[in-house]
C-alpha cells in the first residue's frame, strides 16, 4: 500500500486538487507527517493544480459565457452568493473563496463572466493558492502528528478517520 501511495499519491493528488482539493491536500498532508509523502512536494502539486483549475474555469466563462451561464442555472443560490460575496469584497473574494465551500468553483466562472481583469485574477489567485497550499498543507501535516503518533499500524485508520470527518464536513455544508 505504501508504495502504491508513493508512486501515484503525487497524480492523484493532482487530479484532486484540479477540482477543489481540500480533502486530497489534508490526505497529503497526513501522509506527509507519516512519510509516505514529502509535505513540500505535495503543496506544491495542489497548489499548482488548483491554480491551474481556476484559471481553466475563469477562462472558460470569459471564452464561453452561454456554456458558462448554462452550468451555472443548477447552481441558483450559490451563485446568487457568489455575486454578493463579489460585490461585498472585491478582488479580496478570489482569496477567500479557497475556504467556503460550495462557491470555490462557481467564483472563477463568475467572475469570467464578469469584465473582471484577467491580470487580476491571475495575481489574486496566484496569491490565494499560495496561502491556501500552504495554511492547508502545513496544518493537516501538524495535525498527521496528532492523529497518527499512536502506532505505525494506526496510520490508515487515523487516514481513514480524518477522511470520515472530512466527508462529514463537506456532507454538512452540502445541506447547509
Keep these: 500500500m505504501e508504495d502504491f501511495i508513493r508512486e501515484w499519491g503525487y497524480i492523484a493528488l493532482f487530479l484532486y486538487s484540479f477540482g477543489g482539493g481540500f480533502v486530497g491536500l489534508v490526505v497529503a498532508g497526513v501522509l506527509s507527517y507519516a512519510g509516505d509523502l514529502n509535505i513540500y512536494i505535495s503543496i506544491l502539486v495542489a497548489g499548482i493544480s488548483n491554480f491551474i ?14 456554456y458558462a451561464k448554462d452550468m451555472m442555472k443548477k447552481y441558483g443560490r450559490k ?4 455575486h454578493v460575496l463579489m460585490r461585498k469584497y472585491g478582488s479580496f473574494v478570489v482569496i477567500i473563496q479557497k475556504y467556503i ?15 473582471y481583469s484577467s491580470m487580476k485574477f ?32 494506526f496510520k490508515y485508520v487515523g487516514l481513514a478517520i480524518v477522511a470520515t470527518i472530512l466527508i462529514g464536513i463537506t456532507y ?3 445541506k447547509v
Design 122 to 153: 491571475i495575481l489574486f489567485n496566484a496569491i490565494a493558492t499560495i496561502f491556501w497550499a500552504c495554511i492547508v498543507g502545513f496544518a493537516s501535516y501538524t495535525a498527521g502528528e496528532y492523529i497518527l503518533n499512536s502506532t505505525e499500524e
Design 172 to 174: 454538512f455544508f452540502r
Design 53 to 66: 483549475g481556476d484559471q481553466f474555469l475563469f477562462t472558460l466563462a470569459r471564452q464561453n459565457k452561454a
Design 101 to 115: 465551500y460550495g462557491i470555490k468553483t462557481l467564483i472563477p466562472l463568475a467572475m469570467g463572466l464578469t469584465k
Design 79 to 82: 451563485v446568487a452568493l457568489a
